[in-house]
């Protein structure tokens, strides 16, 4: 029976080791830009060798990212997100499509409007999909909360 158990403990551990971990890390912030204005910024970083897919990705190919925000009745959206890096675009075999990506990092940002004078914050979730030359990582969705100040 102890034997059973530590197989069955080395495999686990063994199996748990061998997953990849997202590599992509996020960080969020709000500038204040006038009095009722604020431009939320999302930066991600992808260290090489992966790149994340731009919003414009088109359909037949990877998962574009995707940026939701929960509704606020005191925050009003200002137009869409705009992803600000090095873009690059590449005619995937695999997909079919010319795709568009970056990598090492890219600025997502939105401006808002806050209505009065009042504290509220900014919530959703990005959805994105990271890849390198040889693999793909699934889907992933990270949420955020932005206090506006």
């Known amino acids: 029976m102890k034997f059973f158990i530590t197989i069955l403990l080395l495999n686990s551990f063994l199996l748990g080791n061998a ?14 830009k006038s009095a009722s204005t604020y431009e939320i910024i999302i930066k991600a970083t992808v260290p090489k060798p992966w790149h994340i ?5 088109p359909s037949g190919g990877p998962i574009p990212t995707t940026i939701t925000f929960k509704k606020n009745p005191l925050v009003t959206l200002n137009g869409k997100v705009k992803e600000t890096g090095k873009l690059m675009t590449t005619e995937d075999k695999n997909f079919g499509v010319a795709v568009k ?49």
């Open 19 to 32: 997953q990849i971990k997202d590599p992509a890390s996020f960080q969020y912030k709000a500038v204040k």
């Open 53 to 57: 897919y731009s919003q414009n990705t």
């Open 101 to 149: 990506f970056y990598a090492d990092e890219v600025l997502f940002t939105q401006l808002v409007t806050v209505k009065a004078n009042v504290k509220t914050n900014v919530a959703g979730t990005i959805e994105y999909m990271l890849c390198d030359d040889g693999q793909c990582l699934p889907p992933t969705k990270k949420s955020f909360d932005i206090k506006l100040q």
